[in-house]
């Protein structure tokens, strides 16, 4: 008999604030006892909720349990910016194009959204939740100018629709004169990732799926008989169990020394009084890409996803022990209250209400982990950064493996190279740290 235990559990800091805005939910249901299942599902997010309503499309008779360590989108899935991109987005890359021809990754991208798009429909998922408005890469210099000139290049050669913004075009988007020049795409879904989650996540429910919260699995055993997970207050019994929990499947010794944990921070100000909104202008909703990926992400909502705000997202740092401290939050809200404030001059005494730590888990060599990893034993992790789409994809495939099947999106991930190994510690985490902090200060104004 094989057996997994974790050596850690997720542990977030700062609040989940894209719930937090929203209106309160029921009182979270843990798993209690013991139970019996088609399928385990371990983690509640995008990859977690997508690899159990893949399953139910495929056999609607099978019983599935998903099992999430806090409650549904207050994990990483509620931390992100909320921008699910249909386009080539290299993280590691200068302007996001990346290498070769990126057609097949941009197809799988698209059956990603349309996957959420189909849940949205069928379980009634609010759909100002699911926006699907596109989204700019800002410039704020020459320098950055020319890195959007060279991915809309890379995309004019894909055949894929782009528009270029000038400064005047910008200002009227986001009201801030920051920016001298934009690219727009249309294909990118802006998400109120908390209230599409927690959708997905009743949606499930309703059509008889488990979706058990505050039921971190500390324990996995078996074997291709069947596996048993260990909960604080119950087991549950599968045939075969789907790993949903990203970055969390090294904890159960999988990928060890092979996966790059990073946590990107953001804040949320406060519902912008009348005269905030009026001395702002712009659109009521717009969501604005670096064009440099290690720029700042911003994002401006209105009453429909949780009040009158704007998101900045910005800082990263390379945390192998998977847990951000709090001198990292109070450190990142200082430069997210700076960058704030170089673009909305006028809003610069406008309160952050929320600052938070978002996990993300990539590999030196852009590759997920979506494969059979024990006999019976499936995993849908590693988001490369893109943790909307990508994760779906994940999930997708996972869901399709455990069930025997071969499909366009279980191809791409087996036909994937292992993650690659990682320096040692601590040259690992040394050197990422420092050159994220390079990476930080060239960006400048962006």
């Given at each position: 008999m094989t057996q997994f235990t974790a050596r850690r559990t997720p542990v977030h800091k700062g609040p989940a604030a894209?719930?937090?805005?929203?209106?309160?939910?029921?009182?979270?249901?843990?798993?209690?006892?013991?139970?019996?299942?088609?399928?385990?599902?371990v983690g509640g997010g995008f990859a977690g909720l997508s690899a159990a309503r893949r399953l139910r499309q495929l056999d609607p008779s099978l019983k599935v349990a998903v099992l999430e360590a806090s409650r549904l989108a207050e994990g990483a899935s509620g931390r992100n910016s909320g921008f699910m991109i249909d386009l080539p987005h290299d993280l590691t890359s200068d302007d996001y194009a990346g290498h070769g021809d990126d057609r097949g990754m941009i197809a799988?991208?698209?059956?990603?959204?349309?996957?959420?798009?189909?849940?949205?429909?069928?379980?009634?998922?609010?759909?100002?939740?699911?926006?699907?408005?596109?989204?700019?890469?800002?410039?704020?210099?020459?320098?950055?100018?020319?890195?959007?000139?060279?991915?809309?290049?890379?995309?004019?050669?894909?055949?894929?629709?782009?528009?270029?913004?000038?400064?005047?075009?910008?200002?009227?988007?986001?009201?801030?004169?920051?920016?001298?020049?934009?690219?727009?795409?249309?294909?990118?879904?802006?998400?109120?990732?908390?209230?599409?989650?927690?959708?997905?996540?009743?949606?499930?429910?309703?059509?008889?799926?488990?979706?058990?919260?505050?039921?971190?699995?500390?324990?996995?055993?078996g074997g291709a008989a069947g596996w048993t997970l260990t909960t604080p207050k119950g087991r549950i019994s599968a045939a075969k169990v789907i790993l949903a929990n990203n970055g969390h499947i090294e904890s159960f010794g999988f990928a060890a020394n092979r996966l790059m944990h990073v946590f990107l921070f953001a804040s949320m100000t406060a519902d912008l009084p009348a005269e905030a909104l009026k001395a702002l202008g712009g659109k009521a909703r717009w969501g604005v890409t670096p064009?440099?990926?290690?720029?700042?992400?911003?994002?401006?909502?209105?009453?429909?996803?949780?009040?009158?705000?704007?998101?900045?997202?910005t800082c990263a740092s390379f945390l192998p022990g998977m847990e951000a401290s709090d001198a990292a939050l109070r450190?990142?809200?200082?430069?997210?209250?700076?960058k704030f404030a170089d673009r909305f001059p006028p809003l610069a005494g406008v309160k952050q209400e929320y600052t938070w730590a978002?996990?993300?888990?990539?590999?030196?060599?852009?590759v997920s982990v979506a494969r059979e990893v024990e006999p019976g034993l499936f995993a849908a992790t590693v988001c490369n950064g893109?943790?909307?789409?990508?994760?779906?994809?994940?999930?997708?495939a996972a869901a399709e493996l455990a069930m025997g099947l071969e499909t366009d999106t279980t191809r791409h991930f087996a036909a994937e190279a292992e993650p690659a190994k990682l320096p040692p510690r601590p040259f690992s985490t040394i050197g990422a740290n420092v050159f994220l902090r390079y990476k930080e200060a060239r960006t400048g104004r962006e």
């Open positions: 894209w719930s937090a805005i929203l209106p309160g939910q029921p009182a979270p249901v843990p798993l209690a006892g013991n139970h019996s299942v088609d399928v385990a599902i799988l991208n698209r059956h990603a959204i349309a996957f959420a798009r189909g849940a949205v429909e069928d379980y009634g998922i609010i759909r100002d939740y699911f926006d699907p408005v596109g989204k700019v890469n800002g410039a704020a210099s020459d320098t950055a100018d020319a890195l959007n000139r060279s991915y809309a290049d890379h995309l004019t050669r894909l055949g894929e629709p782009n528009e270029r913004l000038d400064a005047q075009g910008m200002f009227d988007l986001t009201g801030s004169r920051h920016y001298v020049s934009g690219l727009y795409t249309p294909g990118t879904v802006m998400l109120q990732p908390a209230g599409f989650v927690r959708g997905f996540g009743e949606g499930l429910r309703a059509s008889g799926v488990g979706v058990w919260e505050n039921s971190a699995v500390t324990a996995i055993h064009s440099d990926p290690m720029g700042t992400t911003m994002r401006r909502i209105d009453t429909a996803l949780g009040g009158n705000r704007i998101i900045t997202r450190r990142t809200a200082a430069v997210h209250r700076r978002g996990h993300l888990c990539l590999t030196r060599n852009g893109l943790g909307t789409a990508r994760s779906t994809l994940t999930g997708i």
